[in-house]
């Protein structure tokens, strides 16, 4: 590792900013890296980008705001961050110094939609009418809880099984394209550049939206970004509660078949909509939640606070990384978030129980049935259905999440060891 001296010249990336509150948000577009710094950090930034060494930035800076800074330290993060290049150092590569959990197979551009298209697609005159909607449907399971569907529903008792099947996943991939191009559309309204990848969502492969150029966007889009996928699940749900809503209550006749795939794929949409309240991964509520506290990094540092307390508590204080250089005022907000993430890891393993589990084992007691010689609800073509969407949707899903779990373990490896080097080095 490349180390700063007083009279040290680094190389800084090209950057876009823009302000936001007290800090400044800094952009590199080319890696889609984005990161919070206080605003004064402008001015150090821009200094080092004119070719002054680490020791005349120092003394701008102090002449400026009148109290002294460690640029050195500030220079430390930015390379971490791959927007500075240190002396010897390589540098930064294309891609995110930060990966997330997510690595995507191949990617599709939504930059063909016009801004202003985009912006009548997601404007109040669309909105307003998708509110009055899931607003109705809530009244509607308030009245008759019933219309909420139990894993059963996904045996489709009384249809064709392997065509309804394959019918409700092709419903459920339609439904999840929905609430990425919903994402897609809200990052356009505000002229972000927005790519569609497939990528996968722990063991199961997805669709997800890169729109991470919307940190340079107003917290306005940036919430509107965010919520456009959840607020997209909650309209298609809704729909499908009234539609289940006037079977129940024979105000339409609908073919049997019509009511099974309504309720499993209301099922679907339950099912994704409460995995944004997984706190401990980096949902949609997630992004809405950091952008309300005006945390950038609000899940690693609140991982790491979390890891140091299980440290301390198991005696490996040696092992604990630093949180000293986190605002006080931050610093109350990762830890109240902790909290947040300790419930939502309560709450996801209640779904696993109660929801995730009771699904899987509609599939697994009919293959237990049949390998106990007794009586199954399914034929051999419904074994087969079952086995290749499985092998199609979780097999690509499963080698995907083992890397980026890898990958991810390596990454934090490096990452931590970096950091307890830096805090050797100024403790000696």
């Known amino acids: 590792m490349a180390v700063n001296t007083a009279e040290s010249v680094v190389t800084v990336r090209p950057f876009v900013s823009t302000v936001d509150g007290s800090d400044v948000i800094i952009g590199d577009t080319d890696r889609k890296v984005y990161l919070a710094i206080p605003a004064e950090g402008l001015d150090i930034l821009n200094a080092l980008a004119e070719g002054r060494t680490i020791a005349e930035t120092a003394r701008i800076y102090e002449r400026k705001h009148g109290e002294p800074v460690d640029v050195e330290d500030f220079v430390a993060v930015l390379a971490d961050e791959g927007f500075v290049t240190r002396g010897g150092e390589p540098e930064a590569a294309t891609e995110p110094a930060h990966q997330h959990a997510h690595r995507t197979v191949k990617r599709w551009s939504f930059d063909w939609i016009p801004p202003a298209t985009a912006r009548r697609l ?138 099974l795939l309504a309720s499993a794929a209301l099922l679907t949409f339950l099912v994704r909509i409460g995995f944004q309240f997984f706190f401990y991964l980096r949902t949609d509520v997630y992004y809405v939640i950091a952008t309300a506290l005006n945390c950038r990094n609000l899940m690693s540092d609140t991982e790491r606070f979390l890891s140091n307390g299980i440290k301390r508590l198991t005696f490996l204080r040696h092992k604990v990384i630093s949180q000293a250089g986190i605002p006080r005022r931050e610093m109350r907000k990762i830890r109240a978030y902790a909290a947040v993430w300790v419930f939502g890891r309560v709450f996801g393993l209640v779904a ?77």
Do not use: C
Request: no cysteine; charged share 15%; glycine share 8%.
């Open 122 to 259: 997601t404007g109040p005159a669309v909105i307003l009418p998708g509110l009055a909607v899931i607003l109705t449907a809530v009244a509607l399971v308030i009245t008759d809880p019933g219309l909420i569907p139990g894993p059963r529903v996904l045996l489709f008792e009384g249809g064709n099984f392997a065509i309804l099947t394959v019918v409700s996943v092709t419903l459920a991939m339609i439904g999840l394209s929905l609430h990425e191009l919903a994402h897609a559309l809200a990052a356009r309204s505000v002229g972000v550049s927005a790519t569609l990848g497939i990528s996968n969502l722990m063991y199961v492969l997805v669709a997800q939206t890169d729109i991470s150029g919307i940190w340079m966007a107003s917290k306005r889009a940036r919430y509107k970004a965010f919520l456009a996928g959840f607020f997209v699940d909650a309209f298609f749900g809704s729909l499908l509660v009234a539609f289940l809503f006037a079977t129940r209550r024979n105000l339409i006749d609908v073919p049997n078949w019509a009511s």
């Open 352 to 428: 696993l129980i109660f929801t995730i589990l009771p699904m899987l084992w509609v599939y697994l007691e009919q293959f237990v049935l049949l390998a106990l010689g007794e009586p199954t609800r399914f034929s051999s073509a419904d074994f087969a259905t079952v086995a290749v969407l499985a092998a199609l949707l979780n097999g690509g899903g499963l080698a995907m999440w083992g890397r980026n779990l890898w990958r991810g373990w390596r990454r934090r490896r490096v990452e931590d060891a970096r950091t307890l080097a830096r805090q050797a080095a100024a403790a000696g």
